[in-house]
T-cell receptor, first 112, second 114 residues
């Protein structure tokens, strides 16, 4: 059974700090998604990765396929980055009908 | 704004009520999904529709009844729910058959069952 583990579960930091959120999974995957969920509830896709590294603004996502691990980094964090960050993986087999297995999310609070 | 609209955003209902959640997308997607999100739990897939046909019912109790009249609209009919059904219900859509395609989520409907 594929498990997706995120750490930390909760993170509170000061504005400007460098943030790292980690995601580990247990089976071979074709892609990994990082999603952002704001307090209102809606979910937005940040990145889809199958190898290497992607950058968008202050957000950087990396993946190490051999180690089955991905990280999401936020540079120069800002209170508007406060959200739940969800890791989801697309296993080669055994995923849900939507092909995705989700982590429980990391609740990030950035204080001014 | 992701192009997927859910209504209502908040719903409070008693256990004997009948209500419906609505999801609408005009992104040209032909696969639509209902997810349940409970506190401290990962997103749970409930139903999948591809080209208006239900292709997955993930062991969801019959008190939840989906309906997909066309590729742009998806409903979740609710009847005699239990307090433990209180959760955020999220709708999503994507292009069917494109396994690596991105899922687009709505803002969710926050349901409270009294």
């Amino acid at each position: 059974k594929n498990e997706v583990e995120q750490s930390p579960q909760n993170l509170t930091a000061q504005e400007g700090e460098f943030i790292t959120i980690n995601c580990s999974y247990s089976v071979g995957i074709s892609a990994l998604h990082w999603l952002q969920q704001h307090p209102g509830g809606g979910i937005v896709s940040l990145f889809m990765l199958s190898s290497g590294k992607k950058k968008h603004g202050r957000l950087i996502a990396t993946i190490n396929i051999q180690e089955k691990h991905s990280s999401l980094h936020i540079t120069a964090s800002h209170p508007r980055d406060s959200a739940v960050y969800i890791c989801a993986v697309r296993p080669y087999s055994g995923g849900g009908a939507d092909g995705l297995t989700f982590g429980k999310g990391t609740h990030l609070i950035i204080q001014p | 704004e992701t192009g997927v609209t859910q209504t209502p955003r908040h719903l409070v209902m008693g256990m004997t009520n009948k209500k419906s959640l609505k999801c609408e997308q005009h992104l040209g997607h032909n696969a639509m999904y209902w997810y349940k999100q409970s506190a401290k739990k990962p997103l749970e897939l409930m139903f999948v529709y591809n080209f208006k046909e239900q292709t997955e019912n993930n062991s969801v109790p019959s008190r939840f009844s989906p309906e997909c009249p066309n590729s742009s609209h998806l409903f979740l009919h609710l009847h005699t729910l239990q307090p433990e059904d209180s959760a955020l219900y999220l709708c999503a859509s994507k292009i069917s058959g494109y396994s690596s395609g991105e899922l687009f989520f709505g803002e969710g409907s926050r349901l409270t069952v009294l």
